[in-house]
């Protein structure tokens, strides 16, 4: 792996990281698998994309991915909360639904180039526009959850029943983790679509497998419980993650090619799950 081919690792390493906070807070914090990231994902890409392609200000465009997002979990946490539809199962529908939607949102055509187009990184250094910006959803999300609000919120993961015998309203707060989540997994499909050159409607298959191998491995490096360290955890998982994955596709002695990339993602998962508990049968 060479210099240029490092920084693009933590380039993207950095724009999974911010996806990978997003499927912390539902995963980690409210307990609730969901599985709408892969739609969010593409949605956050699609909407920042076609706005691009109009003319409107990159920025701007991240904001309507942000708010997006929300609507795709908004519409889960109804499906679970109000239709009584399994957390599973909203989650597959709602990501099933958007497959559709983002065709519509990308005019019916499966994949936007960006390659002439302006966007937040045109005329600036990419990975210092991502560290800021991951360095602000860090501090935001980090002080959110040591609020009396995040404080509720990580109370109905831990236990609905004593969270809702103290006041917490569960139902409303687990729609809004709902949507504080795929807000910002679909700001990480915007920006790794500004990032790329390109918008694809495919772009999210696997996100749930990435985020949850950033923060699995987070979680090992950082073992602190603390909302500091964990919303830290996921950036650093998910830059170790992506810097693995490059090193081991650019290994000559490995012999690796870019279609091995699920089998390289599952195997080190099972290796990082698999060995703590093996280490600790034998003692």
């Excluded at 060995?275 to 600790?280: D, T």
Aim: glycine letters at 10%; aromatic letters at 8%.
């Amino acid at each position: 792996m060479n210099y240029a081919e490092f920084i693009i690792s933590l380039e993207i390493g950095l724009i999974y990281g911010v996806v990978a906070i997003g499927i912390y807070l539902t995963f980690r914090v409210i307990d609730f698998p969901d599985l709408t990231c892969d739609g969010s994902f593409v949605l956050g890409a699609a909407s920042s994309s076609i706005l691009i392609k109009a003319g409107c200000n990159p920025w701007f465009a991240l904001l309507v991915a942000l708010f997006a997002g929300s609507i795709a979990g908004l519409i889960t946490g109804v499906l679970n909360i109000r239709c009584k539809i399994t957390d599973l199962l909203s989650g597959i529908l709602v990501a099933f639904m958007l497959y559709s939607i983002n065709l519509k949102v990308m005019g019916g055509i499966p994949n936007i180039a960006l390659i002439k187009q302006v966007t937040i990184f045109t005329a600036h250094n990419p990975l210092l526009i991502l560290c800021a910006i991951c360095g602000i959803i860090y501090l935001l999300y980090s002080y959110l959850l040591v609020t009396d609000f995040g404080l509720a919120l990580r109370s109905i993961g831990q236990n609905q029943r004593l969270a809702l015998n103290g006041g917490v309203r569960v139902k409303q707060m687990t729609v809004i983790g709902l949507m504080l989540s795929n807000s910002v997994i679909s700001l990480g499909g915007a920006l790794f679509s500004q990032h790329q050159g390109f918008a694809d409607v495919s772009q999210g298959t696997g996100t749930i497998i990435i985020g949850l191998a950033a923060v699995i491995i987070g979680e090992k490096l950082l073992p602190f419980r603390t909302s500091w360290a964990t919303v830290l955890s996921c950036l650093l998982g998910s830059i170790i993650y992506r810097l693995f994955i490059g090193f081991a596709l650019h290994s000559e002695m490995l012999g690796l090619e870019t279609q091995d990339l699920n089998l390289i993602t599952g195997v080190m998962l099972i290796g990082i799950m698999v060995v703590p508990r093996v280490r600790r049968n034998k003692c």
